[in-house]
């Protein structure tokens, strides 16, 4: 059993489109992330949620909206794509006390053209 | 802010070679710290932890040692396989800490 999946694995797609990536994890974490990992591998977090509440916002344009219908899911929906936004996303979960590390999904590689 | 400073790779060994990688943080309090390991189109995994001064995480032939002193948690192995050919993170996390990620160390082992 995949502990954290994300799909799709790969994305291709035009700028100006809206694409969704969704994530789900079945260790009964609290706690679910989405990173960002650039062409060199800098890995920047996006959003963090616990139990379905927003906890981190970092920087990031509006256009990208994180949504978690129940702490299992959290998913990345992102509009108006720029070439900008090509990279690795990846989604993790951890439980949110005491020092459990991030469990992560195997990315989606999204490419926009 | 919190952050994480990991030595540039590419680190590139032959096979059997020792391995160090570098690690250095900066967080206020004491954070747990944490090594994960990337393979090719995959995620990140957990290698090893530390979650308080002094303590030694170690996995698979690699450890690493929590220096509040030296706020440091350099990587380590004896001996190096071609498998071990991969991204190496350093990362800090726990409690309030908002889990931060070094830059990645690539590894590269020759036969």
């Known amino acids: 059993d995949t502990a954290v999946s994300q799909t799709p694995k790969y994305l291709v797609t035009q700028m100006g489109n809206d694409k969704s990536i969704k994530c789900e994890q079945n260790?009964?974490?609290?706690?679910m992330y989405w990173y960002k990992q650039d062409s060199k591998k800098f890995l920047k977090i996006m959003f963090s949620?616990?139990?379905?509440?927003?906890?981190i916002n970092e920087t990031v344009p509006n256009r990208f909206s994180p949504k978690s219908p129940d702490k299992a899911h959290l998913n990345l929906h992102i509009n108006s794509l720029e070439l900008g936004d090509s990279a690795v996303y990846f989604c993790?979960?951890?439980?949110?006390?005491?020092?459990?590390?991030?469990?992560f999904g195997n990315g989606t590689r999204l490419t926009v053209t | 802010g919190d952050s994480v400073t990991q030595m540039e790779g590419p680190v590139t060994l032959s096979e059997e070679a020792f391995l160090t990688i570098n690690c250095t943080y900066t967080?206020?309090?004491?954070?747990?710290l944490f090594w994960y390991v990337q393979y090719p189109g995959e995620g990140l995994q957990l290698l090893l932890k530390?979650?308080?001064?002094?303590d030694k995480g170690s996995n698979k032939g690699f450890e690493a040692t929590y220096r509040k002193e030296t706020t440091s948690f350099h990587l380590e192995k004896g001996s190096v396989q071609v498998s071990d050919s991969a991204v190496y993170f350093c990362?800090?996390?726990?409690?309030?800490?908002?889990?931060?990620f070094g830059r990645g160390t690539s590894l590269i082992v020759h036969p």
């Open positions: 993790a979960s951890s439980q949110s006390h005491g020092n459990s590390p991030l469990h």
């Open positions: 260790l009964g974490h609290d706690t």
């Open positions: 530390a979650t308080k001064a002094d």
């Open positions: 990362a800090l996390a726990g409690g309030s800490y908002i889990p931060t």
């Open positions: 949620y616990n139990n379905k509440e927003l906890i």
């Open positions: 967080a206020t309090g004491y954070p747990s």
